[in-house]
């Protein structure tokens, strides 16, 4: 099992050894550690500083289990020394599949503390995505619930696992299987923990090692895995919380799924707990339980993306629940309609925060104190002072402030290439480390940008983002079709939706409902499934040869009207 490498160079004389990830230039990692924005410290030591801190104060709310600073940190230490003595190593990585719980946020620290690496897959993932990340990761162990909305996680992840190319045991939160390791007994502190904690510190990560791994939206066939740093990532944390004015009486509600960036560390989980406030943790974002948990617990601050934030605003009507205590709402992942983000403060109470951001790093937000024109207008602007933001057209020519074009940045905690992704590094990166985001935006006097739209082909269903590439092969796998196109349609609910096209050559097209039975049978995550087939004779083309899917949209939304 390789560890994870930080992309030092070969030895003398010989050929540099293929790194797993791109480090950033000495020159630039120099200026981030400068200015203070890289600590040089490795974060497990984040919950035991924050315990000593705040000690008694709730950190976590998960249901009708609370857990102060102290107790967090004691369950920490003990799942970190329970996983190293698992065999478990610095650098080896596990896949965690977790619903949004006190457990997940634990195992998460434990992970910083002991050096292992989290992929951070979401619920929704099944066979498909699930066994790509244990190959791609080479991961040691996956952790899931034992059944979760109707699912049998733990069955899927015993036969995933055993199908994996090394060993790889799997990790249950909830009544573990025989064979499988038991969450809830490696999270109990005992004898021996204080001991195990003290080999810990004597074998702590590298400030610059991995800290986990982010799932990149992706615009090619499966999900590209983002190494972030202890030092990134900890820079991330503490710079959006800042931002965002988090503090000690800060109550985020962590609604959408918490492996999402947004909810981690953005400010998110991450950035309350380092605040010395507490987290609650919800299952799902479903607007009646996330409203009732506000109300109960005095939430202050969540993070939604609007497809969220629309059924809130409904849910909300009437002055069901006593939202008072709302100070933030952020508002995210994909574009919001100015007049939606005027009724979320309208309507739900407390200041709205655009934010712009991505697992691969850059994040733009308004600020609480901006004006409403900003606030409701723009995407914000870079949260780092070393965040660095060009606008360039097709042919990577910066465009006159003002006018549109593709985002390049580079930054502190934006990492210059993909895990294990060389080929697909050299195209997502320019040869002087711009990382291309495939947005297209507008830049503004004072730094705040507009986001206008996209150039990388994903569909984006409320948030969650769907390769066109991933669907697209998905299709000619499954429903045998050369001629395919997935492409976003307008979507009341969900801002966009996965329509797939096909133009099946004189064969018989199937159905909607069989393409969508051939992807759930695959594996594939419900959210990819397409929900609108089009059956055309033939694809347009671009005139260099390419299926011309602005065509296809067009011609689809004249269709609609
Ligand atoms: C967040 O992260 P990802 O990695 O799921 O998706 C990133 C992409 C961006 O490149 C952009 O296309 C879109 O999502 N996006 C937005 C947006 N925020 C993200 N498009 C329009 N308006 C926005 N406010 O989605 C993410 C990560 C961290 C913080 C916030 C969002």
Known sequence: MTAVTRGVAGPSGGPAPQPDTVPWPADYAARYRAAGHWADQPLGHWPRRWAEAHGDRTALVDGATRLTYRELA???????????????????RIVVQLPNSWEFVALVLACFRSGIVPVLALTAHR??????????????????????RDFDHQALAARIAAEAPGECRVLVKGEADPGHLDLARLLAPGPGTRERAAALDADRPHPDDVALFLLSGGTTGLPKLIARTHNDYGYNVRRSAEVSGFDHSTVFLAALPAGHNAVLGCPGILGTLHSGGTVVLVPSPQAATALTAVAAEGVTDVAVVPAVAQQWVAEAAGGRYDLGTLRLVTLGGSVVDPALARRVRDELGGQVQQLYG?????????????????????????????????????????VPLGSTGELLTRGPYTPRGYYRAAEHNARAFTPDGWFRTGDLVRLHPGGYLTVEGRRKELINRGGEKVSAEEVENLARLLVGVDRVAAVPLPDDRFGERVCLVLAPAGAAAPSLDDVRERFARHGVAHYKLPEQLEVLTELPLTPVGKVDKKAIRERLATEEK
């Open 74 to 92: 004691d369950r920490v230490d003990a799942l970190a020394g329970a996983l190293r003595e698992q065999g478990l190593c610095r650098g080896d």
């Open 127 to 148: 066979a498909h995505e699930l066994a790509h990340l244990l190959r791609h990761a080479e991961a040691r162990l996956l952790v899931v619930p034992d059944r979760w």
């Open 358 to 398: 991505m697992a691969e790093g850059l994040l733009c937000c308004t600020r609480p104190d901006d004006p409403d024109a900003l606030v409701f207008g723009t995407q914000g602007r870079p949260v780092s002072p070393d965040d660095e933001l060009l606008v360039v057209d097709e042919h990577d020519r910066p």
